[in-house]
């Protein structure tokens, strides 16, 4: 049972727009939030996180939305450069659940120079 | 600081055999966590140990098996080996589980 969904496995965006990432999750128990970034034959590497108390969180380019009530988070990315262009994941996790994080299953972006 | 090693990089294996993959956290890191990736289903949890004790288990059945060192430094083990059990697998580490994880690069394992 996929707990956290990202339904698009592939985006392509052109160098210096926005990519915007999207993520669903059922949980509602879910109240920590992270995404990371992979390039092939690397682990992934953490990029931003948000809390549930926060609607919105912002670290340079990248910027994390958070919908509660729809239970749905975004990544924007702006503007988008080609070095960004590589598999993003989200991840949720509940504080009375322990230490698990449930993750989707990626988005493969492609910034096109 | 050094990051979270993973080895070996690559393993081949056939059906029916076992495998143990180690890990060593980033110094100072206490949980230490597995995870699979397969093409299509993202990254599924398998295990968490903290100060040499499981603490969380993910959906996979007991031939999939770890343990923690006193160092931090994790295995994990894998029995009776099928081809479905071809992944990526991953190690993560944090300082005390509810952080940011730090993976490592993964080993690639493959059955025949």
């Known amino acids: 049972d996929q707990q956290v969904k990202q339904n698009s496995p592939s985006l392509s965006v052109q160098e210096g727009r926005i990519s915007i990432l999207n993520c669903d999750y059922t949980n509602s128990m879910f109240d920590y939030f992270l995404w990371y970034k992979k390039y092939p034959a690397e682990g992934p590497t953490f990029l931003i996180s948000i809390s549930s108390i926060k609607d919105k969180n912002e670290d340079g380019r990248f910027t994390v939305f958070l919908n509660k009530s729809a239970k749905h988070l975004s990544l924007h990315i702006v503007p988008s450069q080609p070095g960004d262009s590589a598999v993003y994941f989200c991840?949720?996790?509940?504080?009375?659940?322990?230490?698990?994080?449930?993750f989707g299953t990626g988005t493969s972006l492609t910034v096109i120079p | 600081k050094a990051g979270v090693t993973q080895t070996p990089r690559y393993l081949i294996k056939t059906r029916g055999q076992q495998v143990t993959l180690s890990c060593s956290p980033i110094s100072g890191h206490r949980s230490v966590s597995w995870y699979q990736q397969t093409p299509g289903q993202g990254l599924q949890f398998l295990f968490e140990?903290?100060?040499?004790?499981?603490?969380n288990k993910g959906n996979f059945p007991g031939r999939f098996s770890g343990r923690q060192f006193s160092n931090s430094r994790s295995e994990m083990n894998v029995s009776t080996l099928e081809l479905g059990d071809s992944a990526l697998y991953l190690c993560?580490?944090?300082?005390?589980?509810?952080?940011?994880?730090?993976f490592g690069d993964g080993t690639r394992l493959s059955i025949l």
């Open positions: 991840a949720a996790s509940a504080s009375n659940t322990g230490n698990q994080f449930y």
């Open positions: 140990y903290f100060s040499e004790t499981q603490r």
């Open positions: 993560a580490s944090s300082f005390d589980g509810d952080q940011p994880q730090h």
